[in-house]
């Protein structure tokens, strides 16, 4: 579990861990980036809790591949499941994980990513992961059929074909569970997704951390469809096009209706549907436009809270 400045998020996280429905012996590896926050206090409180299961350890450059692979490298399992501290693992999660990957023989399990908000603003943004004209297509957004696919949220992972292809490539800052994907695949591994798993993930809360978040998560999806044009889905070409044909009054007031008809047939609490005409577009075109600069101009090596 990679954590920066999660104080809001790090202890539910990890007590979801700890309440996993499994039997075998495991343990948690947290490498914790100098947060600007109590996210490393915390961490060594619930190290003190739980000596036997929980180590805590240092990630110096802040960035999420890095730690990642730290942990990894100190891991003693022959699986890894990777836990975002931004996110709650559901009860069964591990076990029914573990089970799915020793009857697929698959490089990664993964399952559902739950957008859970609890402000107005967040069930919006949450509303939106899960729906196609929200984020898009994907099966662990918006659900699908068992089988293998392109990528997974997080992720359930037999160690062993994990390292031979590498781990992940500490470069990237967004898009690394895409790319080491693409690796497992091109090795030969399937990457599986099972709807019967489900993470719970906290949108982001306000509108300058989501725009913030897909204006960066753009700029680093078009470094890698520039990498790997042939293994990109087509889709990750819409919101750039949606920027371009915004330029032109006909195009822009067809989507903005689009979205208006959207929020008000969408099903949402009623705190959240206005922010729907807000959260919509700010996803839509922060995306595009990251994407757009991301082809012109090579995304840079920063840190995971940057």
Do not use: C
């Amino acid at each position: 579990m990679p954590a920066l400045n999660e104080e809001k998020n790090l202890e539910a996280s990890v007590n979801s861990v700890i309440n996993q429905d499994l039997e075998l012996p495991w343990e948690l590896i947290i490498a914790v980036g100098r947060s600007r926050d109590k996210t490393n206090k915390i961490a060594k409180r619930l190290q003190a809790e739980n000596p036997e299961q929980i180590t805590v350890i240092k990630n110096p450059k802040n960035n999420t591949a890095k730690g990642l692979n730290l942990a990894i490298s100190k891991a003693q399992g022959d699986v890894i499941i990777r836990v975002d501290a931004h996110s709650e693992l559901t009860y069964s999660y591990a076990s029914d994980g573990l089970k799915t990957l020793a009857k697929t023989g698959a490089g990664n399990v993964g399952g559902r990513m739950h957008a859970v908000g609890e402000t107005g603003f967040e069930k919006a943004v949450a509303w939106a992961y899960g729906s196609r004209f929200g984020i898009g297509g994907g099966s662990f957004h918006v659900g699908g059929k068992a089988g293998e696919v392109d990528s997974v949220y997080l992720g359930i992972f037999d160690k062993q074909k994990l390292l031979d292809v590498g781990g992940f490539d500490e470069e990237l800052i967004r898009g690394q569970d895409w790319e080491l994907n693409l690796r497992l695949r091109r090795a030969g591994h399937k990457v599986w997704f099972d709807p019967n798993l489900e993470v719970r993930y906290r949108p982001r809360g306000s509108w300058w951390s989501l725009s913030r978040q897909f204006y960066k998560t753009g700029r680093w999806r078009a470094r890698l469809t520039r990498e790997a044009l042939g293994a990109s889905s087509p889709r990750y070409f819409i919101p750039p096009m949606l920027v371009f044909g915004s330029l032109f009054v006909f195009p822009a007031i067809i989507y903005f209706l689009s979205v208006i008809v959207v929020s008000l047939f969408a099903r949402v609490d009623a705190s959240a549907r206005g922010h729907l005409l807000v959260v919509l577009p700010t996803m839509h075109y922060s995306w595009g436009l990251g994407f757009i600069v991301g082809l012109l101009f090579r995304a840079q090596i920063r840190g995971i809270g940057s």
